[in-house]
């Protein structure tokens, strides 16, 4: 069975979408795009390599507020 294949942009849009279940659905900044470092040093990351490094939460926590940002 071939391996899936990812690009650092699908990553941070499931991220950002909230797919991943680690936070809500909303863009945060970033100082440095993923995969910045790679393409500034003459490198690529198979893609085969960030589809594996790509995982989701599947517990039953609940993210909507964070302990430090209940007000």
Known sequence: MPKKRMNWAQVRHAIDS???????????PAAAPLGTDEEAGGFTT???DIAASFTTRE??????AQDGDRR
């Open 46 to 48: 198979p893609e085969e």
């Open 59 to 64: 517990d039953d926590r609940d993210r909507s």
């Open 18 to 28: 909230g797919l991943t279940g680690d936070k809500v659905a909303w863009p945060d």
